[in-house]
């Protein structure tokens, strides 16, 4: 038997009461990846949903974007929306879809709109003061 395609869709209206939630983080976030400061910010925010980590959003402005590269990667969340990538590029060194962003996602999650999150695996640390 061969699977559908598979379909994309907001599942908010089928499960209101998914916890989510997004609040301001009062301290400061510093991303490092191959020996540069890949963002440093006092302004990201702090997305705690039931059945994952903790993550970090920062604004674009308090990233190197000459460092970050555009992805053809994408993926779909279903409580979030539609999500694209970018790469770190340092030098020589890659880090391959490390950072991720939700241009345009759905109305229940609008604060994290064009904030961008980094894999912690796939950077050198994600420093949190």
Not at 7 to 16: F, S, Y
Not at 34 to 53: C, K, M, N, P, W
Not at 82 to 101: F, L, P, Q, T
């Amino acid at each position: 038997m061969v699977d559908g395609p598979k379909i994309a869709r907001n599942k908010w209206p089928e499960n209101p009461g998914y916890e989510l939630t997004v609040t301001p983080f009062e301290g400061r976030v510093r991303v490092r990846f191959a020996g540069a400061t890949v963002a440093d910010s006092r302004s990201a925010l702090l997305l705690l949903e039931q059945g994952h980590s903790p993550v970090y959003y920062l604004p674009r402005q308090d990233l190197r974007m000459e460092l970050l590269r555009p992805s053809e990667h994408r993926s779909h969340c279903p409580y979030k929306g539609h999500c694209s990538y970018y790469s770190i590029v340092v030098g020589d060194k890659v880090s391959e879809n490390a950072i991720w962003s939700y241009e345009d996602p759905y109305p229940e999650i609008r604060e994290i709109t064009g904030l961008v999150a980094f894999y912690p695996n796939r950077v050198d640390a994600i420093d949190v003061e």
